[in-house]
């Protein structure tokens, strides 16, 4: 009589527990379908602020290269004085000079300022073109980023929008779930949830259909159904990994299958 009454003890635990975690598998379902509301959005937000933060971090750059160009210019343009400056000198020298020699010291001087000076012109001229082709680049970059920013603020929108809406029913949703896992046993519990984490569809526990398993539609033999419908212990699918339960359990009838 007492070795029944253990049995029956042991039955309604194991029952209960599986009863309770069908319970949080439907309430965890309903909250993946709120995820599911709410899409990629999460995920394209975070790209699109990546995305912005790439391109403010270019302009940047661009801003501080153009910034390097302009001091190399006013440096070039320095130089150009200097030499300048040193050929006026030259040449004032060049009417008192005493002999060849000096004569052509000089005007080698001369020479060598002059092409300092066109060397210094040259390098400006090129800085000018870098220059123009990073504004331009600051320019289209300036504009995608305005783009994205637009882009960004809306889909900012709908997903507050969105979140406003589920936000309620997903925290009731969680205090269900929390309130549940105490009447489950950790190795039990820690199971589904690893189950459910690798199942596609974030069941961890489903019902027979059809003679089939509700997860993977493998079928199952009529003795391993017995034993689901016994509720003596937890048992799982050989295919799918999912633990299985009887469709009364679940609380559905034959003719709702």
Known sequence: MATEQTKADQTMSVESRLKALYELQTIL???????????ELPLEVRDLEDNIEGLRTRIENYTREIEDLRRKTAEEKNKIQDSQAKIDTYKQQLDNVRNNREFDLLSKEIEFQTLEIELSEKHILEYGRVTENKQREIAATQETLDDHLHVLNE???????????????????????????????????SAFKRIRKNARNGLGVVYVQRNACGGC???????????????????????????????????????AE
């Open 29 to 39: 379902s309903q909250i993946d379908r709120i995820k599911t509301i709410r899409g």
């Open 155 to 189: 889909k900012r929108a709908e997903l507050e929008e969105i979140v406003s809406e589920t936000k309620q029913d997903e925290e009731r949703l969680r205090e269900q779930a929390k309130a549940l896992e105490p009447k489950i046993d950790e190795r039990t519990l």
């Open 217 to 255: 539609f493998n079928r199952i033999p009529p003795q391993k159904q017995m034993e689901i419908k016994m509720h003596k212990k937890i048992i799982v699918c050989e295919y799918c990994g999912r633990i299985m339960i009887d469709p009364e359990l679940a609380g559905v009838t034959a003719d």
